[in-house]
């Protein structure tokens, strides 16, 4: 069956840096846009960044030049590398891989930006 899992959440100070990372199973990874959303206490879930089959990328304004997605299809994975975090980055980040109309979601991990 489909297979979303998250990883590399945590705490992590004010101007520091994670990378998150999602392996895929049970569909075929290169075929589907990847992408990483957040939701925030309260609010509404947002998209921060894709990336296409080609590997094209797009992100939201609110993380351009601090978030970089990538893919590697021969590990079946997307990654979000996040620098320059701050507080207002807290949130569940879920993978989310969609091709037409399939989507699946993963079970999301949990940033926390905090001194």
């Known amino acids: 069956q489909v297979q979303l899992v998250e990883s590399g959440g945590g705490l992590v100070q004010p101007g520091g840096s994670l990378r998150l990372s999602c392996a895929a199973s049970?569909?075929?990874?290169?075929?589907?846009?990847m992408s990483w959303y957040r939701q925030a206490p309260g609010k509404e879930r947002e998209r921060v960044a894709i990336?296409?089959?080609?590997?094209?990328?797009m992100y939201a304004d609110s993380v351009k030049g601090r978030f970089t997605i990538s893919r590697d299809n021969a590990k079946n994975t997307v990654y979000l590398q996040m620098n320059s975090l701050k507080p207002e980055d807290t949130a569940v980040y879920y993978c989310?891989?969609?091709?037409?109309?399939?989507?699946?979601w993963g079970q999301g991990t949990q940033v926390t930006v905090s001194s």
């Open positions: 049970g569909f075929t990874f290169s075929t589907y846009a």
């Open positions: 989310y891989a969609v091709k037409a109309q399939y989507g699946y």
């Open positions: 990336t296409g089959t080609g590997g094209t990328t």
